[in-house]
Nanobody, 122 residues
Framework: VQLQASGGGLVQAGGSLRLSCTAS????????LGWFRQAPGKEREFVAS???????TYADSVKGRFSISRDNAKNGVYLQMDRLEPEDTAVYYC?????????????????WGQGTQVTVSS
């Protein structure tokens, strides 16, 4: 499975971006999908995940500002990011979990996209 992420860019603090990620084939409808991010010099960290039935979970740092959604017909997962902060600057990666329930555990994700850069200026 190949994942293609897009939608990153440069935005001012307080602005919004919408990330998209599309899988190469329809293997994800029964799997949880997620977004992680990695800032320079830091570990890849969990952002948000959505299970196959639509239940979602978020990192505390983005709760209330970010929203994850999925469209199984399009093999897609999306991340709406509002009220962006400079601390959100990172490369964002989408992933497909081995299991159907949303999870923040990075080791449970078996496929990853190539990443899309998000830069938030102050």
């Amino acid at each position: 499975v190949q994942l293609q992420a897009s939608g990153g860019g440069l935005v001012q603090a307080g602005g919004s971006l919408r990330l998209s990620c599309t899988a190469s084939r329809r293997t994800t409808s029964n799997n949880a999908l997620g977004w992680f991010r990695q800032a320079p010099g830091k570990e890849r960290e969990f952002v948000a995940s959505i299970g196959w039935k639509g239940a979602d979970t978020y990192a505390d740092s983005v709760k209330g500002r970010f929203s994850i959604s999925r469209d199984n017909a399009k093999n897609g997962v999306y991340l709406q990011m509002d009220r962006l902060e400079p601390e959100d600057t990172a490369v964002y990666y989408c992933g497909v979990s081995r299991y159907p329930v949303a999870t923040s555990r990075r080791e449970l994700y078996q496929y990853w996209g190539q990443g899309t850069q998000v830069t938030v200026s102050s």
